[in-house]
């Protein structure tokens, strides 16, 4: 079975404070994903990585950066968490061809005050 | 850019009544997925569509692809408790290279059955 295994499953974090969201993949996906989750706005993406150490913003990267290091690990950084960023924040992994199907991580919730 | 539109956003019904959420691209689609989610829980793919005009079934579930790839369907019959959940259609956005795998999901619809 595909796992792909988010670091926390609730999370509480101050204005200002750096946030690290980790996501790690058993599957040797080479692509990787953060989305949010917000209620009536589906999934937005926020950063896509195709390959280690490579990245592509995605629709709503504002605040956002990440990290690949190694292909098994994806991490998604808030520099400075605003309330703003207050969400459900999702990982996922897929393979790079035709069949792109996302195997999604069990979410983090986060929440900024 | 591309847009993935679904509707209806929500729809409830009584156990045992049948539901179909609808989804519809702005650009013609090389496949479409479909994902569910339950409360609480993550988007947990359940079938890829690839074939203009195709049906796959699964159980209770029907998916369609449109003949012009533009827009699909998930029917299900006869609903249960256990059908409860959101479901999301998502097509593999345009744009070759890099972008490759990066999918536009649609904002989903979210089913509840009253039993």
């Known amino acids: 079975d595909v796992k792909v295994t988010q670091s926390s499953r609730y999370l509480v974090k101050r204005t200002g404070e750096k946030v690290f969201l980790e996501c790690v993949q058993d599957?040797?996906?080479?692509?990787m994903f953060w989305y949010r989750q917000d209620p009536g706005l589906g999934l937005r993406l926020i950063y896509f990585?195709?390959?280690?150490?490579?990245?592509e913003k995605g629709d709503i990267p504002e605040g956002y950066s990440v990290s690949r290091e190694k292909k098994e690990r994806f991490s998604l950084i808030l520099e400075s968490a605003s309330t703003n960023q207050t969400s459900m924040y999702l990982c996922?992994?897929?393979?790079?061809?035709?069949?792109?199907?996302?195997?999604f991580g069990a979410g983090t919730r986060l929440s900024v005050l | 850019g591309q847009q993935v539109m679904q509707i209806p956003q929500y729809q409830h019904v009584q156990e045992g009544e049948d539901f179909t959420t609808y989804c519809n691209s702005s650009?013609?689609?090389?496949?479409i997925q479909w994902y569910k989610q339950r409360p609480g829980g993550h988007p947990v793919f359940l079938i890829q569509?690839?074939?203009?005009?195709e049906v796959k079934k699964q159980k209770r579930l029907t998916f369609q692809f449109g003949e012009a790839k533009k827009n699909s369907s998930l029917h299900i019959t006869a609903t249960q408790t256990t059908d409860v959940g959101t479901y999301f259609c998502?097509?593999?956005?345009?744009?070759?290279?890099?972008?490759?795998?990066?999918?536009?999901f649609g904002q989903g619809t979210i089913l509840t059955v009253h039993p």
């Open positions: 996922a992994s897929s393979w790079r061809g035709t069949k792109n199907i996302q195997y």
């Open positions: 599957m040797d996906h080479e692509n």
């Open positions: 990585s195709y390959d280690v150490k490579m990245k």
């Open positions: 650009t013609t689609l090389s496949n």
């Open positions: 569509l690839v074939k203009s005009g």
């Open positions: 998502a097509g593999p956005r345009n744009a070759g290279g890099t972008s490759y795998g990066k999918l536009t």
